[in-house]
Structures are given as C-alpha cells and as structure tokens.
C-alpha cells in the first residue's frame, strides 16, 4: 500500500517544498532544505525502481478517481529508471550548489534558486510518472518555466535574452503539443494514456490522427534540441547559473526524450508512428546532420560551456538516431546512452562550475595553466572528456558500443561510421580544453589559483567515478534498460 | 468542405497562423509575446469549439437539469482550456518580466538591437 | 604450478602501475625516485624471466578481472608472442631507464618525475597489451597506451610539442576510432566473440568471407600504431619528444605495440588459411610492400637525424606487416623475430642520437661531420647497429631479414621479395651515410663540444649494452627462434 503512495509522494513531496522556500529566505537553510527534498526524492525513485522491476508497474490514481476518467500516475520500469536517472543527479548536483551559487548568485537570489529549482525538478518527475495526457502538458510546462527562471538568474544580461528565446521556443512547442492533445481527445474522448493507446489502434488511418501525432512530435523535438530546433540550447545553457546548466543538462532533454519513446511507442504504437510519417528516416537523417553539425560547430566555440551545449545536442542526436533504427538494439542503446550520457554531462558542467568558482570566467583562453593549479578538477574533466570520445572503460565507450552494434546488425555500415566520426569531432572539441589547461602556461603565473575546494571536489568525482564504475560494471544499466525496452516493445504502455 | 460547418477551425488556422507569424516575424519583444498569445489563444478556441455540441446547452446542473435527455456541451475541454489559460498567463507573465529586465540591461527591447549588442 | 604463470602475469602488470602511483611521492628525491624506476623495471624483467622459465605452452589458462559486456572481458593470457613482446620490452624499459637519468640530468630537464610516471604507466599498458587473452583487452590497453604516452610526446609544452601531439593524437585516435573499434564490433557480431584462438577465431566462418575480407584491412588500418601508410605521419611528428620516449616508445614500445596487434589479429583472429583464401589480403600485402619502399625513399631525403630513424622505423614495421600477411609459418617467425631484434637495433641509434643531440646539440645530419673524433663509441655503436637494421651478419638483423625474404618466396611473392631487397639497399645508403659521415668526412668547421666526457655515462653504458646484445642474438638466436615458432603450435589452424 505504502509503495502506492510513492507514485504522488514522488511529485508532490518537491512540489510542496518549493513554496517552502520561498518562506525560509535564508540562502543556506533552503539549500539544505532543497538538498534533503532532493535526497528523499531519489530515495522514493530507488524505491519505485525496486518494487517495478519486482512487482510491475505501479499504479495510482489522484483522488481515488479511476482511469479512464481520472488521472492516473503510472510508473513502469522506463519510467523508474529515468527517475532514478533525474533524482540521482539532482541530489549529486545540490551538494556542490551551496559553495557555487554563492559566487554566482547575489544572497536574496539564492533561496529563489531553490524554489525555481525544485519547481523544475516536479515537473520533470511529473511528466515521467504521470499517466495522463494533460497532465504532462501541465508538468511540461511547469519544468519549462521554471527552466526559464532558472536561465534568467544568471550573471551575464545574455542570460536573459537566452531565457526569452527558450520561452518562446518552449512554448511554441508545449503549444504544439496541446495541439496534438486536442486533437486526439476531440478523436477518442479520452486523456488517459494507456487507454488512448488501447483505441488510437482502430483510428490509424485518421488524417486527424495523423495531423494530432506530427504536431506532438514537432512539440516534442523543439523541446528535445532535435537539429534543426536546437538552437535555443546553446545559449540557454552557456549563461545560466552553472548549477542550473549541469542540472538541465543532465536532464532536461532526457525527460524529453522519454516523452518521445512514451508516445511513438506507447500511444501512438511503434506501427503507426514508423508507417504514417517515414519516421524513421526522419530521425536517423536528423540525428546523423545533428551529430555532424553540431560536433563541428563545438570545436569552433570559445566558451567551454558552450562547448559543451553544442555537444550535449550532438549526444541527444545519437539518441534519436538509435532511437530511429526502430529495433531492440537501438533503442537499448538510446536508453543507455541516457543513463551514461547523463553521467558525462553531469559530471563535466559540475566540473566547469568548479573553474568558474575560482577564475570567474569560462572562456577557454582563461583555462591556460590549469591543469597544474587545479589539477583534480582538470583529472575530472580529462575523465569526463575521454568518456564523452568513447575511450574503453568508460561509460561512453559502452554507450558507442551499443550504437555501433545496433547500427552494424542493420548492415548500416555508413551509420557505424558516421558515429565514430562523432567520437572523433568530441575528441576535437575535448582536446582543446586539455591543451590549453595543461599544454599553455598561466598567463599570469604569479597569481595563485588553488585548487577547487573540497566540497565542490566530492561532487564532481563522485559523477566522474561514476562514470568509470558504470563503464565497468555494466549490470545495473543493461538490466534496467533491457526490461525497458521489453517493456516499450512488448505491450503498449 | 463546407466552410460554414468546419469555420471554427478556420478561424483556429488564422489566429494560429497570425499569432506564429508576429512571433517570428516582429523584432520588439513585447509584440513577440503579443504573437505567442494569440497563437496560444487559437489553440484555445479549437478546445472550446470542439467541446461543443449543436444544441446543446451549458454544462451547469441547474433545476432545468433534474429533466433526463437533456444535452450539454462538454465540460472537460473547458476545464482543461482554463488551465491552459492560466499556464499561458504565467507564461506571458514571466515573459514580460524578462522583457522588463532585458530592457534595463540593454537599454532596448528591439531584437535585432540586442543581437548587435550582444554580438560585440 | 601452473596457476604461477597467472600470478606472474598480473604481478606485472600491476608493478609499473604501483610504481607510476609511487614516484610522484619521491619528487624531491631524485635519486630514490630513479632507484624507484630502476628497481621497478629489473623486477618487471624478472617477473617476465620467470613466466618463461616456467611456462607451459600446452596448458594456456587464462585469468580474467572484469567482465565489462558479455564476451567483452578484460583477461590475460601467456603466450609465445606476448611473452616475447613483454620480455623485450621490460628489459629494454630497464635499459632506457639507465639511459634516460644521464639523459635528464645532463640535459637539466624540467618535469622529471611526470616524466618517469608516465612512463612507467606507459610499460603497465604494453604489459596488457602483450598478455591480453582477447581482443577487446588489445584495445582497451592500445588506447591507453595511446592516452598515456601522449604526456610524454609533449613533455617540453611548447609549441612545437602541441602541434606534434595533435598530430600523433588525431592520426592514433582516428585510425582506432574510424577502423579498428568497428573492426572489432564486427568481428563480434561474426563469431559472437571476440577471444584470440589458435588458429584463428574467424577462421571457422568461412561463410561470411565477403564481410571478413573487409573486417581485415579495417584490422590493419586501424591498428595505426603499425604505421601502414598513409597513416604513418604520427611517427615523425612524435619525434618533438625528448629522445629516450623516442627511442623505447617509438621505436620499441608504442611501435612494436602496433604490429605486435597486427601479428596478434592475424594469427589468432585470422589465422594463415583465412588470410590465404581472402581477396583483401594482396591489396595490403602490396600496401605494406609500398610502406617500405616509400618510407626509405623518404628517409633518403631526411636531414633530421630523429626524423630518419623515423621513417626508417616505419619502413621497418611493414616488414613486419608484411611477415604476419604472408600467410605462412616462417613469415610469422620472420616477423616476431624481427619485431624483437629491429627493436633493440633501433632502440640503440635512437640513444646515440640522444647522446649527440644534447652533447653537441646538434640535429641534422649534415652537421655530423667528424664527430666520430670526439664520439668514437657512440658512432661505432651507431655503425654496428645499422649494419644490424641492414641485415648484414654478424649482427642479429641477418636472421630477421633471411626469416622474411624466406618467407616471401615461400609464399611466392617475388615483388615483395624484390622491395625487400631493394629496401635493405636504401637502408645502406640512409643508414650507413651518417657513421660515415662522422669518421671519415673532414669537418668544416670545428665542432663545439660542450663538455669533455663523450657522453654521459649512463646513456654509454646502455648504448654498448645495447649494441652487444645485436651481436649476441646473432650468436645465440635460439630463445628468440623457439618462441617465434611456437607462435603457431601447426601449420594447419583448423
């Protein structure tokens, strides 16, 4: 009974803090406050992640209303394993956020960081454990604009022009994906999501239906940074404060890509969604000009985050190339490549906080010396670097792994190749960063600049260990992600 | 096609469209968000026209309701568009609030200007 | 007793790695840090000596520490091949170290104990590559033995050196990535593993031959450490790096690690058979043919002395490449024999450049005249050494060569025979021209010598040591020969 109740504690235990905050203004307390809520999230998550993987999915309905009429939160095992993916981070990433939005945000900011926060943090716990269409919409935008506040908040006046855009953006594609709501309700009546992939079945030759899924899919790919509706991404991330990028990094476009596996091969069904539109070359063409593009424009950047952003879009276009190859394997891959890719991102903007905590700046150019003045921060981001490449016994290596083998049993070999290239352009990108922290001297070698402190250190190596335990010991991810995909694949929801 | 029939969702196609076009196409801010609203306000309106039904009355429960055969529109598209409602004013509200903060960081709320600036 | 082997095989690997942990504690104490090194690397010797003494060719076990996917585990296995390649290489390290504490402390070098632990990480990670059980093991250590010894490629941190890294990092890097990872991928999804067998893994699915005829230049072109052309250009560009990581990484550790692959993946992935039937096999046969001939040529026209030994070190390998595609026994003798003694040939006129580089400071060939006056020891080595890299008797190089032209025209390649021949003729001219040079060309200018010993003591004794183990593997080939022929227990795999 208890472990039915874990479905709403899961979303209304962060929702109900938020406010919380916003009572207790003291910057260090709702730091704390935010880091426990955060904490006994991720315990609910693992929590959730056991009893699905034993017991199947869990299911709740608000108010004692049953679907199809009421809402109803259901959490199967992709859905538990991307909570545990969001919580997991999201605590890890709290324990560093005392020191770094210290420096970063003014001392009345702070508290409101917490609340925008955590608001952010139930949205996307919302839209992953919730069964109803609607109410996705609802959380969708709940994160989106809490998102935006999160952007905003950061030093430079870019941030703000950033924020706007990705509100705009943001809601152009939640707009859309009301659309598509609309219309499949004014078709079958019904908001829940198991029961409209129950009779969306009989409707596949509706041109509604047809209209409802692409306008979903569009909303869907804007939020997702899907090339060509990427180019929100890079500012969003590059000026926000840095706990607020890693977090969104991590994150963010993972929850969206759930969406998109939910309903292709939920609501909509894996037969219709790769027969009404040619889906699959959509996404497969789509990911490769992604993973191209956006590798290359990286390499040209001057600012590491925005390295990084441009980086993160090239990943999330491996994830929806694999996602594409509509077979088992790719989508083992897509949802491993979320797991690990999570880990990556997570651990290297964690990193890049810890340099714009001491040198206040993040352009490459300032990076120079580095790598002797901070040198378990740089180890951290040589680490985080070579996993993001694919360099064996990292978790990105595992991810290139089940992509290439996804790719080749295909016989696509051009596709093999075209991910490798990638690997090759992140080492490119990578590279530079390395070079000029450890291969250029300090500008100004008589001024010190120590090493990160201990309290932003422990964050950081616990994701970056992370990501060598989880390139070597595969279990746990394969296990999850191949029930998932059993799951996505066996039923419809 | 009967335009007379499907007019609702002709009017849904020219607000939509309007409202997308002042989004991409206006540079100051503040008609952008203009445009954002009015494209969200077609969407509005495609919910609450296919809510109703011909003939139908309101869906409130009244003394005249206690009578059997008597038809409403459907209630849950306009719960749903209030919400939606109430999203998009947050959204605008927020939106606004930025424009109010861009406007005292760069002195101008014109995108093209801010680009420039930015740009340097 | 059998079980011993194992132990000595993981005590190796993990003794370097402990010693590369270890040195940074000694940072100001340099001479407990270089007794460090030297201890570290006489063990690593003796853990080797030890495997071979004991060693039971018959019964191979095989110990494995991570199962990282299924079939894809990290183990180690003992075998002729390894064992040679770890052998040369643990004892080669022990001499470089000797070589190299002249060579950093004459040459008053910044750095030197980030010197001394990546280099001792870079012997951890060709210890794995020589006792690897399978190929994902090869790999896995041939990209760290890439990562880690790009530190010491751009050891000065100018710009020079960046410039030589990136080259040395793009070209490793991009053959690995581009060739050899989806090499590996599908011989994986061929066989369902990706273990090395007697015989060779592939050697059973004769029903894909189409797909194994592509998966066996990818091998080859990947592994770039073997410096296949055009994938050869990192070698020269590694060559901004002090001498001792050019002379044991680039001519014993990093190169040798290549074709030690390349040998690897064609006997016991391939197997001879496999290689004979599948059409791929000439093309490359004649790719390496061409390796050899264009790198002498090239090596003709180097005034660089380290950029000579370069392209000769590169023309060398694919004589190995071309042993291991030869698909017969006495190629592969040829080239694991050669791998060794080319090795320590090599290895010996890359310290005698080192010694006339920070000696007179000089570089280029041209200036070498009549510097045998003021270096007779380390030009005579240099003499005997090339004549080694010739192939002439009475020095080691005379058994390689005849093992691999026998092989050619066993094989009936009579092209290949011919380059090989013309080859050894332009090793003459590239090779022989320097000690020449130096005795018998009267100088134009008098040479500034900027000290009055020849060279360090250190870096003689390991130059001499050197050059008398050249002669001494002529005389008693036979450790190096029992080894190289057990590589393939029989001619037929299947």
Redesign the interface.
């Known amino acids: 009974m208890m472990s039915n109740q874990l479905a709403i504690l899961q979303v209304v235990i962060p929702l109900i803090a938020a406010p919380l905050c916003l009572l207790v203004r003291h910057a260090k307390l709702t730091w704390l406050f935010a880091l426990t809520i955060s904490a006994l999230c991720s315990v609910i998550a693992l929590l959730l992640l056991q009893q699905v993987t034993t017991h199947g999915p869990v299911v709740y309905a608000l108010g004692d209303w049953q679907a199809p009429i009421g809402i109803e939160y259901r959490i199967d095992v992709l859905g538990a394993y991307l909570l545990t993916i969001v919580t997991s981070i999201s605590t890890i990433i709290l324990l560093a956020s005392s020191s770094i939005n210290k420096s970063e945000l003014s001392k009345q900011k702070q508290p409101l960081f917490y609340v925008a926060y955590l608001l952010c943090l139930t949205g996307m716990l919302g839209i992953i454990v919730t069964g109803d269409v609607f109410n996705l919409f609802i959380f969708i935008e709940i994160s989106a604009l809490a998102s935006y506040t999160l952007i905003a908040m950061g030093k430079d006046r870019r941030a703000l022009t950033a924020a706007f855009s990705y509100l705009l953006v943001g809601t152009l594609g939640a707009t859309f994906i009301l659309i598509g709501i609309g219309l499949m309700y004014m078709l079958t009546g019904t908001l829940n999501m198991h029961d409209l992939s129950v009779r969306l079945v009989e409707l596949s030759q509706s041109r509604t239906l047809f209209t409802a899924f692409s306008f979903f899919i569009v909303g869907v790919c804007l939020k997702l940074a899907l090339f060509p509706l990427h180019w929100w991404l890079p500012n969003a991330y590059t000026y926000s404060p840095s706990v607020a990028s890693a977090f969104l990094a991590a994150t963010a476009t993972k929850v969206a890509i759930y969406i998109l596996l939910r309903f292709i091969f939920g609501v909509f069904g894996q037969e219709f969604s790769f027969s009404a539109l040619p889906l699959q070359n959509i996404l497969m063409t789509l990911g490769i000009v992604g993973i191209l593009v956006a590798s290359t424009m990286a390499i040209y950047q001057k600012n590491a985050k925005q390295i990084l952003a441009y980086s993160s879009i090239a990943q999330i276009a491996y994830m929806i190339l694999t996602l594409g190859f509509n077979s088992h394997n790719g989508l083992l891959a897509t949802l491993i490549h979320i797991f690990n890719h999570a880990l990556m991102k997570g651990a290297l903007f964690l990193a890049l906080a810890a340099v714009m905590y001491r040198i206040g700046s993040m352009e490459i150019k300032q990076f120079a010396g580095l790598g002797k003045q901070m040198p378990w921060t740089f180890a951290a981001i040589v680490i985080g670097g070579?996993s993001l490449?694919?360099?064996?016994?990292t978790v990105g290596f595992?991810s290139?792994?089940y992509m290439?083998?996804a790719s080749?049993?295909n016989g696509w070999?051009p596709v093999?190749?075209v991910i490798?290239?990638g690997?090759?352009l992140a080492?490119?990108y990578v590279?530079r960063i390395f070079?000029t922290a450890?291969?250029?001297?300090a500008h100004e070698p008589n001024k010190q600049i120590k090493e990160a402190p201990l309290r932003l250190l422990i964050p950081v190596w616990l994701l970056t260990l992370a990501n060598i335990y989880f390139?070597?010991?595969?279990r746990f991810t394969?296990n999850i992600a191949e029930l998932a995909t059993q799951s996505i694949l066996g039923s419809a929801m | 096609m009967n335009v007379a029939e499907s007019f609702n969702y002709w009017a849904v196609m020219i607000l939509m469209m309007s409202g997308l076009y002042i989004l991409i196409a206006q540079g100051n801010l503040v008609k952008k968000v203009i445009g954002l609203t009015i494209f969200q306000t077609s969407v509005f309106i495609l919910y609450i026209s296919m809510a109703n039904i011909t003939g139908a009355s309101a869906p409130v429960i009244s003394e005249a309701s206690s009578q059997t055969n008597l038809l409403f529109s459907n209630p849950l598209p306009h719960v749903m568009i209030l919400t939606a409602i109430v999203v998009g004013i947050s959204t605008t509200a927020l939106a606004l609030s930025l424009i109010i903060r861009i406007k005292r960081a760069y002195d101008t709320i014109e995108e093209d200007e801010i680009h420039d600036m930015d740009a340097q | 007793m059998q079980s011993n082997e194992l132990l000595y095989v993981q005590l190796a690997i993990l003794l370097p790695a402990t010693a590369a942990l270890v040195l940074p504690l000694f940072k100001r104490r340099p001479n407990i840090r270089e007794t460090v090194t030297l201890l570290a690397s006489a063990s690593l010797f003796l853990i080797c000596i030890s495997i071979y003494s004991t060693i039971d060719f018959s019964h191979q076990q095989s110990i494995v520490w991570?199962t990282?996917?299924p079939q894809?585990t990290i183990s180690f296995s003992v075998e002729p091949l390894g064992l040679l390649f770890a052998l040369m290489s643990s004892l080669l390290w022990f001499i470089t170290s000797i070589y190299s504490i002249g060579y950093m402390r004459y040459h008053h070098e910044k750095n030197q104990t980030r010197f001394y632990q990546f280099f001792a990480l870079t012997m951890t990670t060709v210890i794995g590559i020589a006792f690897a059980a399978n190929l994902?093991t090869l790999?896995?250590f041939y990209?760290?033995l890439t990562?880690s010894t790009y530190?010491l490629v751009?050891h000065a941190?100018n710009q020079k050196?960046?410039l030589g890294?990136?080259t040395y990092?793009?070209i490793l890097?991009?053959t690995s990535?581009?060739f050899f990872?989806?090499a590996m991928?599908?011989t994986?999804?061929v066989s369902g593993q990706v273990a090395f067998e007697s015989g060779g893994l592939l050697s059973a699915y004769t029903s894909e031959l189409k797909v194994i005829a592509i998966l066996l230049p990818l091998f080859l072109l990947g592994i770039g450490k073997a410096a296949l052309m055009p994938f050869h250009r990192w070698l020269p560009a590694a060559m901004v790096a002090p001498t001792p990581v050019s002379a044991l990484l680039h001519a014993v550790a990093v190169v040798k690690g290549g074709v030690f692959a390349v040998l690897k993946v064609c006997v016991f992935i391939f197997g001879e058979n496999l290689i004979a039937m599948l059409p791929t096999t000439q093309l490359l046969l004649y790719l390496a043919g061409l390796t050899v001939l264009i790198a002498s040529l090239i090596a003709l026209r180097q005034d660089s002395l380290k950029k000579r030994l370069a392209y000769s070190t590169v023309s060398q390998l694919s004589y190995i490449t071309l042993g291991a595609l030869l698909a017969n026994k006495t190629g592969i003798i040829g080239s694991a024999m050669h791998m060794v003694i080319h090795g320590f040939s090599k290895i010996t006129l890359f310290f005698c450049a080192g010694a006339i580089i920070i000696v007179t400071g000089k570089t280029k060939i041209s200036e070498l005249a009549g510097l045998g006056q003021q270096m007779p020891i380390t030009m005579s080595a240099f003499f005997i050494a090339s004549l080694s890299i010739i192939g002439l008797p009475p020095l080691a190089g005379a058994w390689s060569k005849w093992w691999l032209l026998l092989a050619t025209a066993e094989a009936k390649q009579w092209l290949l025979l011919g380059i090989l021949a013309l080859s050894s003729l332009m090793n003459i001219f590239y090779l022989l021209a320097i000690p020449l040079k130096a005795f018998f060309t009267v100088p134009t200018q008098q040479i500034s010598v900027k000290s009055d010993i020849e060279a360090p003591m250190p870096m003689l004794i390991a130059i001499i040591t050197c050059t008398c183990l050249c002669f001494i593997f002529f005389i008693f080939p036979e450790p190096l020969y029992e080894l190289a022929s057990s590589i393939t227990h029989s001619t037929s795999g299947q």
């Open positions: 070579l490449v694919g360099i064996p016994l595992i290139k792994w290439i083998v080749l049993e070999w093999a190749l490798v290239f690997s090759l080492a490119v590279w070079e450890y291969l250029q001297t390139g070597i010991d595969v394969q | 991570l990282i996917l894809l994902f790999y896995v990209e760290l990562l530190p751009t941190r050196a960046k890294g990136r990092i793009a890097l991009l990535f581009l990872l989806p991928v599908g994986w999804l």
